[in-house]
């Protein structure tokens, strides 16, 4: 059985040097079974400079590969040189994803992607986007399943999207923590976020790690894993999946989900072997519930 329910790799959103990105990006055009896959910066456009001038050669990998491709674009965009970034996004020829609604109006009616950054938690706020030229929408990270399912019904020709593994983007912030933390100002950063492949760990006053800072953005440190909620994805009606790139082996990782998909292998059995591969990491599904988003279902089964 091959299931029409699609996969996607989402946006990279940690500071990795160029030639590691691009060299993560070959081998999801050449071994990872998804259909799309994101490129572009979406944490903070300091960074662009360093993988910008890729973007062509990566994203004609992927297509040759028979890769939708997508460019992702600033999830807080806050100057005039990076409204001018939005506008040549629209114009580089593919679909794109829009995490700031200030990038909606360079699009000049095209087809878009609204992306987990936008506020988008009601019926309503869907068919303005729909509108507007969305044709996909993959949903906030604190959308729960009763808000998807509601989504769902009003969702028309739209595709609704969930993410279903990797750490959880909950906000971006003028300023950088990162920086702060090496006691450096956000002007002067020296791209500090880039010693931390996967973001850098948070304690809390009691000693609890709960967040993780990437930059300008705050993360969950446990990465959402919804494998077992598959058979609820899929009569919600979410057509498509996002896997969110970690410092793991995300190629095993849209393997598994595949596989999933397809019917080859259990929820569960697909769930307790991404354990495998990322023994050290919390996995948390609050949100999905509708509970605080650290929280995790498996919990409750061991």
């Known amino acids: 059985m091959t299931s029409s329910q699609k996969l996607s790799i989402g946006p990279l959103l940690f500071h990795w040097t160029p030639e590691r990105r691009r060299d993560f990006y070959f081998r999801m055009a050449d071994e990872a079974p998804v259909d799309s896959?994101?490129?572009?910066?979406?944490?903070?456009s300091k960074r662009s400079p360093f993988f910008d001038p890729?973007?062509?050669?990566?994203?004609?990998?992927?297509?040759?590969?028979g890769k939708e491709v997508v460019l992702s674009t600033l999830a807080l965009?806050?100057?005039e040189r990076e409204m001018e970034a939005l506008a040549g996004a629209a114009d580089a020829g593919?679909?794109?994803e829009v995490n700031d609604v200030a990038g909606i109006p360079a699009l000049n009616g095209q087809p878009f992607v609204v992306g987990p950054y936008v506020n988008l938690f009601n019926e309503d706020t869907l068919k303005v986007f729909a509108g507007l030229g969305a044709v996909r929408a993959c949903l906030h990270v604190e959308a729960s399943a009763q808000m998807a399912a509601l989504l769902s019904k009003a969702k028309g020709d739209m595709e609704l999207e969930m993410m279903v593994f990797g750490r959880l983007p909950l906000t971006v912030s003028a300023r950088c923590y990162h920086a702060r933390a090496h006691g450096?100002?956000?002007?002067?950063?020296q791209y500090v976020c880039g010693l931390d492949a996967d973001g850098k760990p948070v304690d809390t006053?009691?000693?609890q790690n709960i967040l993780i800072v990437n930059g300008t953005e705050t993360m969950s440190h446990g990465y959402v894993e919804l494998a077992a909620k598959l058979p609820e994805l899929r009569e919600i009606g979410i057509g498509r999946m996002r896997l969110m790139p970690q410092d793991a082996d995300m190629v095993?990782?849209?393997?598994l989900w595949r596989n999933a998909l397809d019917g080859k292998i259990s929820p569960d059995e697909t769930g307790s072997r991404l354990r495998e591969l990322c023994p050290d990491v919390p996995f948390v599904d609050g949100y999905w519930q509708g509970r605080e988003g650290l929280a995790w279902s498996g919990d409750e089964a061991e």
Do not use: F, N
Not at 37 to 44: D, K, M, R, S, T
């Open 37 to 44: 896959v994101h490129l572009g910066e979406v944490v903070c």
């Open 77 to 79: 965009v806050t100057s």
């Open 252 to 255: 095993a990782v849209a393997s």
């Open 184 to 189: 450096l100002a956000k002007d002067s950063c």
């Open 54 to 65: 890729m973007i062509p050669e990566v994203a004609e990998r992927l297509q040759k590969a």
């Open 94 to 96: 593919l679909m794109v």
């Open 205 to 207: 006053l009691d000693g």
